[in-house]
């Protein structure tokens, strides 16, 4: 049941469009669209075969700086899977060695191969929200995809939406405050800064 419910949920996302950003990570300033990237979110084997599931990314150019920038979208800087997959890598990798953790994958429906979990295990990607489901520790990220992605047949799904179900916090500003000045989206990412300091 958990292999079909991560396979549904990781097909799912192919064609996804994350296409949103308040403003320049870099500086803050303001952004216009520049173009719209592929993204390779996961490799599942399909009926015994690899099916690559690709979302799309816009990127940005900065007025103020000149920085090029992505949309807010589920993955760590310098990863090429996404979030749930490395998160998944990462814990299986802290329960056994990463040949089995490939094993594991594989048998999940999901393929990684043992280079690029033993990369991921050497970086820190910071604290990995978690439960133990069947007798691993499995990201909340990627159950939480799961689940979200269940609702899938009855309408499309948001990019915004998506982030959110991976645990990325910019999605909530992407989702709720699209609009505005610059200054407004300024003030209230700083507002928010300010209360999580808080809290």
């Known amino acids: 049941m958990l292999v079909d419910l991560v396979g549904n949920a ?7 469009i994350f296409a949103d950003l308040d403003a320049c990570p870099s500086c803050r300033g303001q952004v216009i669209g520049h173009d719209m990237r ?8 399909d009926n015994g075969r690899e099916r690559t599931i690709r979302v799309f990314v816009k990127r940005f150019y900065c007025q103020d700086c000149g920085a090029l920038c992505y949309a807010d979208a589920p993955f760590y ?3 090429r899977l996404a979030s749930p997959i490395v998160d998944l890598c990462l814990l299986l990798s802290q329960q056994m060695p990463f040949n089995q953790v490939a094993q ?3 048998a999940m429906g999901i393929v990684v191969d043992r280079g690029t979990i033993r990369n991921y295990a050497s970086r820190n990607f910071g604290t990995i929200p978690a439960t133990d489901l069947f007798g691993f520790l499995l990201p909340l990220s990627l159950l939480n995809l799961a689940t979200f992605t269940l609702d899938r047949e009855r309408r499309p799904i948001v990019g915004a939406e998506a982030l959110a179900a991976c645990g990325f916090p910019p999605a909530g500003r992407a989702a709720f405050h699209s609009r505005g000045s610059p200054k407004e989206r300024d003030h209230r990412y700083e507002q928010e800064k300010k209360e999580e300091r808080e809290s």
Not at 10 to 16: F, K, W
Not at 38 to 45: D, N, P, Q, S, T
């Open 10 to 16: 990781l097909a799912s996302m192919d064609g996804v």
């Open 38 to 45: 592929a993204k390779r979110f996961a490799v599942i084997l």
């Open 77 to 79: 800087p310098e990863t």
């Open 104 to 106: 594991h994958l594989r």
